[in-house]
């Protein structure tokens, strides 16, 4: 007969970590062995009930790959910057200034930019398509005109 | 990359859901922990070695994000327990008392010191073998064993003692 084991090797036969044949032999022939190994199985009782066999939802996984595909970066995010900034532009220029920006200012310029489209839109009514052509084409020359009167004045200032 | 993260969902998503519900006693805390190991996984996928068995990585990862959470979390919500009360009695009686004696065993767990309760978590509940606890809480056998032995008497002791 083998010596009597230590503790942590009867501790490591409850867990199923040691298999020495001799050792397992030992514990079920030796009377003193035979008690240590009882009880010690008694004491892990409180342990080994906190084994469980919750599990996780069955979502888990769905929501995983959702954090893990790439976000695109939301729309409102965008805007609530772009209006930070516009607002905090607005203070800088001068503090008054902020109030009539926040409750006349914005809309004033969104019901200019759609007056001004309406308007386009009928003058281009009224016109009818060749007018409209014939408009643009003025535009077009105006824009050619001014642009060529300003490279001359630059010239000018250069010289 | 993706498969194998999935691959280790299934292999040991449960046993970390299971682990961190141990430490929060709340299934959404859990859930979160959980969820917050394998995406930290996944970020740091590129130096694990996929030769190696995933699982003292990824309870590595999960026992680390479960002690952050104790620091910020003094209080034990052991109340909820909501996890553990999974009854196979079906009258009143039964279930008063294993809800009871779960939060005995739960009030317990939390008075044992750090190092003996992330040993037995690991074994009892993460079911991993003393190799792979070594290699998670990076401790030599000998002490593993020993806090194991000396842990696991403990509890016993503050259970029956009703000292927690
Ligand atoms: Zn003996």
């Known amino acids: ?159 | 990359m993706q498969d194998l993260l999935q691959d280790m969902v299934k292999t040991y998503g449960d046993k970390i859901y299971r682990l961190a519900l141990r430490y929060t006693g709340d299934r959404g805390q859990a859930e979160d922990l959980t969820q917050e190991t394998f995406l930290r996984a996944y970020k740091n996928l590129n130096r694990f070695d996929q030769d190696k068995d995933a699982g003292p990585w990824l309870f590595k990862i999960a026992t680390n994000l479960c002690r952050n959470w104790l620091r910020d979390n003094r209080e034990t919500p052991v109340e909820s327990l909501e996890g553990f009360s999974q009854m196979t009695a079906s009258s009143p009686e039964n279930i008063y008392f294993k809800k009871e004696s779960e939060k005995e065993l739960a009030l317990a767990l939390d008075s044992l010191p750090q190092k003996y309760r992330e040993v037995i978590l690991l074994k009892h509940v993460g079911e991993m073998s003393y190799e792979e606890i070594c290699k998670t809480l990076d401790l030599q056998m000998s002490l593993v064993k020993n806090r194991l032995y000396r842990g696991r008497f403990l509890l016993r002791d503050l259970l029956e003692k009703g000292n927690v």
């Open chain 1, 1 to 159: 007969m083998i010596q009597c084991p230590d503790k942590l090797t009867i501790q490591a036969v409850i867990d199923g970590e040691e298999t020495d044949i001799q050792i397992i032999d030992h514990l079920q022939s030796c009377p003193r062995c035979c008690q240590i190994h009882s009880e010690m199985k008694d004491a892990f009782t409180p342990a080994d009930n906190l084994g469980s066999t919750v599990k996780l939802p069955a979502e888990f996984l769905g929501r995983l790959n959702e954090k893990l595909s790439p976000q695109p970066f939301p729309a409102a995010m965008a805007a609530a910057v772009i209006f930070t900034l516009a607002i905090f532009s607005a203070y800088l220029t001068n503090p008054g200034y902020l109030q009539w920006w926040l409750s006349v200012g914005i809309t004033r310029q969104i019901s200019y930019l759609i007056d001004a489209f309406i308007d386009l839109l009928y003058i281009s009514h009224i016109v009818g398509p060749t007018g409209v052509i014939i408009g643009l084409a003025a535009l077009v020359a105006l824009e050619v005109l001014i642009l060529n009167m300003l490279r001359n004045v630059e010239g000018q200032i250069n010289v």
